[in-house]
């Protein structure tokens, strides 16, 4: 089995910083694209940002410029660097990666529980 843990949520000023981190442990042979995603109460879960297993990242229009996302393949981990924080940010952040967990099988998606992030002043 596969678990993804985050931290690094909390509460911030608009204008203000966080980093997002998420840890994946358990059985993984490879791990490709890995990423975030927010979902507000009521709505889809929505992309903010993904990476690929070579460092390329690709983000939703509405962060890019102000998240930076970014991985360490040797730790199966994965950051998301949030800047210039604005209200419509706010959100529950989940991490998310796509996981071989032997050779010679499918990829599997997997999430973490989920992190609560809040701008207001």
């Known amino acids: 089995q596969v678990q993804l843990v985050e931290s690094g949520g909390g509460l911030v000023q608009p204008g203000g910083s966080l980093r997002l981190s998420c840890a994946a442990s358990g059985s993984i042979f490879s791990i490709s694209s890995m990423g975030w995603y927010r979902q507000i109460p009521g709505k889809q879960r929505d992309l903010v940002a993904t990476?690929?297993?070579?460092?390329?990242?690709n983000y939703t229009d509405s962060v890019k410029g102000r998240f930076t996302i970014s991985r360490d393949n040797a730790q199966n981990t994965v950051y998301l660097q949030m800047d210039s924080l604005k209200p419509e940010d706010t959100a529950v952040y989940y991490c998310?990666?796509?996981?071989?967990?032997?050779?010679?099988?499918?990829?599997?998606?997997?999430w973490g529980q989920g992190t609560q992030v809040t701008v207001s002043s």
């Open positions: 990476i690929s297993s070579a460092g390329s990242p």
């Open positions: 998310r990666a796509i996981v071989k967990v032997v050779q010679w099988r499918v990829p599997n998606i997997y």
